[in-house]
């Protein structure tokens, strides 16, 4: 029975995943037309695209030739920036070949070496990867797309040497609970964990709307979160909520007297 249980997981997992991942594919050109300059930022000394509070979380870590992966890079800014402040060895994973082949082509317009970027649904990296790296990293807007928490937990653990690090910023599941409008409002329940099916495109820089393949949603609790590391053998170190708008959503609750926290960044030792 329970191995039924963990063997529907997987097919569920496997189903919801590939199915947002077309909608990430359909996405990517329309995120490059969003960010023409890219390049020639990316080109430049020192370019650094993290968020204010990730950037302090990353800069208190021992970087200098530690070996980082990031899994969900996108486009691969995120790594790019944390390999221009020293680390060694940097792979990108991301399951949309498409933002991957920006990532690609972007780490050719600086004077990068020592990277790699790799296409691979996340419930779908190859073993050799384990146990090879100091720091995983997930930026925000990832934990999301994940039916099943505790196996992307789990895999983040598994990249890691024994003493290595989870460092993530996310959007506080708090937020999740909100719908944007004018203003922004509470719509849905913190404690809904069933997928939610949408097939609006996604452009969160204008937030323009175009219908694109069917993308799943999931909420995770701070519990599911912490539970999730806990079983993945992860112990907090850090963690700090976030006032300000981060993930582009729901931007005006930052401004309002009974604010809601909007993201969060914590970090994680493997035991
Ligand atoms: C919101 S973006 C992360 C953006 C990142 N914070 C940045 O600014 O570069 C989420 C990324 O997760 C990737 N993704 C979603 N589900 C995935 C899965 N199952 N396996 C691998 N990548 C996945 C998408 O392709 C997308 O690039």
């Known amino acids: 029975m329970a191995t039924e249980t963990k063997e529907a997981l997987k097919d569920s997992t496997k189903k919801y995943t590939e199915q947002t991942l077309k909608s990430w594919n359909e996405a990517a050109a329309i995120h490059h037309q969003r960010n023409p300059d890219l390049a020639e930022r990316v080109a430049e000394p020192g370019f650094n695209a993290l968020e ?12 200098t030739g530690a070996s980082v992966v990031q899994v969900c890079c996108n486009n691969g800014k995120d790594l790019l920036s944390i390999k221009n402040k ?19 082509s972007l780490v050719k317009s600086g004077d990068f070496s020592d990277m790699a970027f790799e296409t691979h649904n996340v419930y779908e990296i190859p073993p050799h990867h384990y146990g090879r790296f100091d720091f995983a990293v997930i930026t925000i807007g990832v934990l999301n797309w994940m039916p099943d928490l505790q196996g ?15 460092l993530m910023e996310e959007i ?14 509470i719509a849905y329940s913190y404690f809904d964990r069933e997928a939610q099916v949408s ?16 993308h799943y949603n999931f909420q995770h609790t701070l519990g599911d979160i912490f539970s999730a590391a806990i079983a993945s053998n992860l112990v907090l170190e850090t963690f700090e909520e976030i006032a300000e708008d981060v993930g582009n959503c729901c931007g005006d609750l930052a401004n309002i007297p009974h604010n809601p926290p909007l993201a969060l960044t914590a970090s994680w030792r493997k035991a």
Request: aromatic fraction near 10%.
């Open 86 to 104: 020293g680390a060694g060895y940097c792979l990108g994973i991301d399951g949309s070949s498409k933002f991957i082949e920006q990532a690609n």
């Open 52 to 63: 204010a509070d990730f950037n302090r979380l990353v800069d208190a870590q021992e970087l």
């Open 152 to 166: 992307f937990i789990q895999t983040c653990s598994k990249l890691l040497k024994p003493g290595g690090r989870l």
């Open 172 to 185: 506080h599941p708090v937020l999740n609970m909100y719908a944007e409008g004018t203003p922004s409002h």
């Open 199 to 214: 097939d609006d495109g996604l452009d969160y820089f204008t937030g323009e709307k175009y219908a694109s393949e069917p």
